[in-house]
C-alpha cells in the first residue's frame, strides 16, 4: 500500500539543487563561547553539504544533551534536539522508517559514551546508515566541568577535585569493537583533514563514526594542544592514508613499524630502518584498524588521526527493505482480510 | 452402561500440569474448538516464570483454563469443573479452585513417590480417599498410549510429548467436541513430518476413545452455541489484537507502521506478531533496551509513521524520560502497556493494574498524555485503533493500558470489516505558506505534523521549552506558562472527542459498580447476577481514563455508593476521588490472579 509518507518521500525537489554553503546557515546567532572547537565543526559541515547534492529537505540533524546537542539550531536543514544520551535510538528508528533522509547525529563524549554508551554499541553493529559527528572535548562543559568517560586518568575536574580515578574510554578502539563499518578522527585545528572526513563519513554507507576532538576553552583549554598546536602536533601525531607508509614527525623523519603485532616508532634518519620497512595503511584490514586503535593512549606512540577503518557492509536500513521486499515478492502483499482473520476462523450464520 | 448426557450453559475446564507438558498448546486447542462449535469462550493461560521448571514442582506447574458457554461469557471461570492433572503438583495447586462434586482426570503415572513427594503429599491423595467429594478418574496416560499404539515403534520423546492431546481426547469426549479442528491442526503444524502427524491423531483419538469406552466416564455434557451475531470468527488473545490493531490503524490512516520494542514479559507477543507482518509492509526494531525502543519509534513518528512501543511495567518506568520528550515535541507515539505485577520484577507473568499512576503521571514537568484502557482480550482491538486515532489527531503519545490477563486470554472475536473502523486523519502540513511548527489547529490544539522532506518546512524541534507558534527556544516565563496550559488544555479536550460514559441498570441508585480494564468482566458478571436477582444497582466501565468522559461526574453524583474492584491498592479510587471529591469503596486484590466474579458480587451484597 502506498503512504502519505511514501508520497511526501517521493515528492521531487522544485528548482534545481544548487546550494551555497550560506545556504545552509539559518538567521540564528551561534551561541557556542569564543573559541569553542564546535565552531571549527559547524563551518566545514556547513561548506561541504553542497557538495552532495541532496535536497536541504532530505537532510536531518539529530543531538542530544550538551554543547553539541546545539547543533541542529545552526542547520538550516530538519533538525531534532532531542534528549540526552538518546540521539542515536531516534536518528535509528528516523531512518529505518524514512531510508529517503540523510541522517547525522552530532553527540559528546558525554552523550554518547557515557549515557547513550549502549546506544552506540548496538548503532555501530547495526550499521545503520548515520553519521555520528561525536565532539570529544573529554570534559562535561554543559553542566561545567566535571570529568567524562573520556577524561584522562588523573585529569582534575569539579568532581575530581583529587584526579580521575577511571580509566578513559578510547572511542575508535570502542567504535570499532562494537563493529562500526566506519571509523575515524580529527581535530579542530586542521580544518583541511576535518573537511575531508567530514566528507568520507558523509559519502560511507552504513555507520560512520567520526570522533572530533574539540578544545573547550573554559573547562579543558589546551586539552589536545600536544596533537593539535604547530610546535608539537606533528611529532605526536600519525595521519593515517590509506595505501601509505605511517610516517610522521615535523621533519617526516620518523614512522611506525610493525614488530609481530606491536607497533613501534622507528626514526628514518639513524640508518637502522626505511620507508618500506613501515607498516602501510590499508582501511580495508580490520585487523589492522584494532592495532592502529589501540596505539591511541600509548605515551610512546603517536597519536593516530584519520580513518582507521572503512570497509563496506550493507546498512540495516537496507536490509530492512530488503526483508519487506522479499516477502512481498514470494508471498505477495499481505491483505488485510487474510491478516485479521488468521490461520483458524470460523462462520456464524 | 449407558452414557448420560446432560445440557449445561456455561463449563469451566482447567488443564494442569508440568511447563513442558504441553499444556498451553492443549488449552489452546480446546479452546481454539470451542469457538469454531460456536461458543462464547474466555480462557487464561497461567504459567510460571520459568521456562521449564523442574519437572513436578508446585512452582513449575503451568495451566490453561478455558471457561466457555452458550451463554455470555466474561470471565475466564470462577470456579473449575474439570481439572486434568497431569501430576500431584498440578492436583495440589488447583485443587482448591475445583467445584464441589467436580471431575478430576488425573495422570496416574505422574503421581508415583517422587512427584507425590515434591508436591508434597505424604501419601497418594489418588488412593487414600482424600477426594472422595469429587469425581475422580485416574488414568495412566503413558501406558494407555502405548496399548493403543502397540506394535508400533514410537520414541519415548514423543509418547511424552503427546500425552497433552490424550487428555485433550478425552475431554472431547466428555463434552461433546469435535476432533477434527484440533486434527487439521496437527496435519499443520507437523506438515512433512507423517509420522508424527500419525501417532498424534492416534492419540488423540485414543484419548476420545478411552473416555467413551471406560465405564466409569458415565456422563457426557452438552453445551449448546452461544447467540452470536453472524460474521467470521477467529480466536483471539489481547496481545494479538493488538498487533492487529496497529497494523489496521495504520492502514487506516495511510501511514507505514514502525514498532520499536523490547522483549518483556507479558508483552513480548506484540513484537513478535509484528516481526512476522512484513509483507504488509510493517517495519520494526527489537531495540537494544527499552529506552532505545521508545526513542526509536520517536524518530519513526518525527518522519511521519504511526509509531508505536510495547512494553509492561518495568519498560514504562524506562520510557518514562523519552514520552516526556515526546511530550514536548508533540509527535504522535502509541505506548502499549501490558501491565503485570510490580513494583520492580515483581511477578512478571502474573497481571496487575497497578501502573495507572504511572500512566498518568509518572513524568517530571507537567506531562498529560491520554490514557485508555482495554477491557477484554477483542476490547484490544478497538481500544488500539483508538489511541492511534487520538495520538494522530491530538499530535501526542497515548499510553494504552491492558494486562497480563486479557493480553494472554483469548476470546472468539469476530473480524471486523476494514471498512466499518474509523478512518485516521494524520495532519500533515505540505505548504510552506504561513507555515510555523507550533501553531495550532484551533480545534483540536494540535500543531501540525511538518515530516522531512517537505521543502521549505526545514525547522527545528527538540526537548527544551519552545516559543508559542513559531517553535524556537524560549525561556520566556509568561511563554512557558502558556505552553504549559495548551499542552493541559490539548489533552483535556480530547473529552469532547471520546463516547460518554454509559450506565447499565439504574441510571442512579444505590450502588454503582465502576470497571476498568481487564477488571470489567469479572465486574459485569458480577453485575448481571444482581441485576437478574433484582437489586438497585448500576454499572459503568471505564475505558478513557484521562481524560474521563465529561458526563462522569454528574453520573458519579446519581449514586449513594460507589465501589471500585482492581487489581492494585486503589489507583483508580483515589483519582476518581481526587478529581470529582466523591467517596469511593474499593476492592483491591493483588495476588497475581484476575477477580473472579463472585468476590465482587460478594462485596456488593455486603454493601447493598
Known sequence: ?349 | MDKIVEARDEVTVRFAGDSGDGIQVAGTLFSDTSGIMGNEVNTFPDYPSEIRAPEGTLYGVSAFQIHFGSKNINTTGDFIDVLVAMNASSLKVNLGNLQQGGIIIANSEGFDAKNLSLAGYQDNPLLNGALKEYKLHQVDMAREIKTELAGQNIPPKILKKSKNLFALGMTYWIFDRPLEPTVKWINKKFKGQDDVILTNVKVLNAGWKYAAETPEFTKQYKIEKADLAPGRYRNITGNHAVALGLVAAARKARLPLFLGSYPITPATDILQDISGFKKYGVKHLQAEDEIAGMCSAIGAAYGGSLAATSTSGPGLSLKTEAIGLAIMIEVPVVIINVMRAGPSTGMPTKPEQSDLYHAMFGRHGDAPLPVLAASSATDCFAMTIEAARIAVKYMTPVILLTDGYIGQATEPWRIPDMKDLPDLQPSFVTNPEGFAPYMRNPETLARPWAIPGIQGLEHRVGGLEKEDVTGDVSQEPGNHQRMTELRRDKIERIALDIPQAVVEGEQNGDVLLLSWGSTYGAAKTAFDTLHRDGKNISFLNLKYLHPMPSNLESILNRFKKILIPEMNLGQLKMVIQAKYLVPVDGLHKVQGKPFKANEIENKLREML
Request: aromatic residues 10%; proline residues 5%; contains cysteine.
Open chain 1, 1 to 349: 500500500m502506498k503512504t502519505i509518507v511514501d508520497e511526501i518521500a517521493g515528492m521531487a525537489h522544485v528548482g534545481e539543487i544548487k546550494y551555497v554553503p550560506a545556504d545552509f546557515k539559518p538567521d540564528v546567532d551561534v551561541r557556542w563561547c569564543a573559541g569553542c572547537g564546535g565552531y571549527a565543526v559547524l563551518s566545514p559541515v556547513q561548506r561541504i553539504m553542497p557538495d552532495f547534492g541532496i535536497p536541504k529537505e532530505k537532510i536531518v540533524f539529530v543531538s542530544g544533551i550538551g554543547c553539541s546537542g546545539r547543533f541542529p539550531y545552526y542547520m538550516e536543514t530538519y533538525g531534532f534536539h532531542s534528549i540526552h544520551g538518546r540521539a542515536l535510538p531516534i536518528a535509528t528508528g528516523l531512518k529505518i522508517s524514512r531510508p529517503d533522509l540523510s541522517v547525522w547525529v552530532v553527540t559528546g563524549d558525554g552523550d554518547n559514551m557515557s549515557i547513550g554508551g549502549n546506544h552506540f554499541i548496538h548503532a555501530c553493529r547495526r550499521n545503520i546508515d548515520i553519521n555520528i559527528l561525536m565532539f570529544n572535548n573529554e570534559v562535561y562543559s554543559l553542566t561545567k566541568g566535571q570529568y567524562s568517560p573520556t577524561s584522562h586518568k588523573g585529569q582534575v575536574t569539579k568532581s575530581s577535585p583529587l584526579g580521575v580515578l577511571d580509566e578513559p574510554f578510547n572511542p575508535i578502539s570502542l567504535a570499532l569493537g562494537a563493529g562500526a563499518t566506519f571509523a575515524a578522527r580529527a581535530h579542530d585545528k586542521d580544518r583541511q583533514i576535518l573537511q575531508s572526513l567530514l566528507e568520507r563519513a558523509a559519502r560511507h554507507k552504513g555507520i560512520a563514526f567520526l570522533e572530533i576532538y574539540t578544545n573547550c576553552r573554559i573547562f579543558n583549554d589546551g586539552a589536545f594542544d600536544l596533537y593539535t598546536s604547530k610546535e608539537t602536533g606533528a611529532d605526536n601525531t600519525v595521519w593515517l592514508e590509506d595505501g601509505k607508509p605511517l610516517v610522521f614527525g615535523k621533519n617526516k623523519d620518523k614512522g611506525i613499524r610493525m614488530d609481530g603485532f606491536t607497533p613501534k616508532p622507528v626514526s628514518l634518519t639513524d640508518g637502522k630502518y626505511g620507508i618500506n620497512d613501515l607498516v602501510v595503511h590499508n582501511e580495508k584490514d580490520s585487523t589492522l584498524a584494532f592495532i592502529l586503535a589501540n596505539m591511541s593512549y600509548n605515551p610512546d606512540l603517536p597519536r593516530p588521526m584519520g580513518i582507521f577503518q572503512a570497509i563496506s557492509k550493507p546498512s540495516y536500513d537496507e536490509l530492512v527493505d530488503l526483508q519487506i521486499r522479499h516477502e512481498v515478492e514470494t508471498k505477495g502483499e499481505g491483505t488485510m482480510e487474510e491478516l485479521l482473520a488468521g490461520s483458524t476462523f470460523w462462520d456464524v450464520k
